[in-house]
């Protein structure tokens, strides 16, 4: 069982930053894909990017690339996101997700096995 704690959600102005973490238990979340996703209100849940196991490989939805920059240290079991030039439409709840595959990096929800509580990013205009 892996277990995700995501931290570093908070109020921040158009075009400032958020680095938001997840801490994850267990030893098989360094052997999975890993993502971020995010909902706002009325809307659904949206993969935002994520990372083949190692880090070596990465995917971003398009609404986000060049902006926010998907990261993990799996010596730490943590999972990062910097998120650079922020604007109100990122605002939302953002949620780690873990336990993808290993051979490719999923972007839908159902293939993702575990998944953090979220943590809440605003951005003010």
């Known amino acids: 069982q892996v277990q995700l704690v995501e931290s570093g959600g908070g109020l921040v102005q158009a075009g400032g930053s958020l680095r938001l973490s997840c801490a994850a238990s267990?030893?098989?979340?360094?052997?999975?894909?890993s993502g971020w996703f995010r909902q706002a209100p009325g809307k659904d849940r949206e993969f935002v990017a994520g990372s083949n196991w190692n880090g070596g490989a990465t995917h971003y939805a398009d609404s986000v690339k060049g902006r926010f920059t998907i990261s993990r240290d799996n010596a730490k079991n943590t999972l990062y996101l910097q998120m650079n030039s922020l604007k109100p439409e990122d605002a939302a709840v953002y949620y780690c997700?873990?336990?993808?595959?290993?051979?490719?990096?999923?972007?839908?929800?159902?293939?993702?096995?575990?998944w953090g509580q979220g943590t809440q990013v605003t951005v003010s205009s």
């Open positions: 267990g030893r098989t979340f360094s052997n999975y894909a």
């Open positions: 997700a873990g336990g993808g595959t290993y051979y490719y990096i999923p972007t839908v929800r159902h293939e993702y096995a575990y």
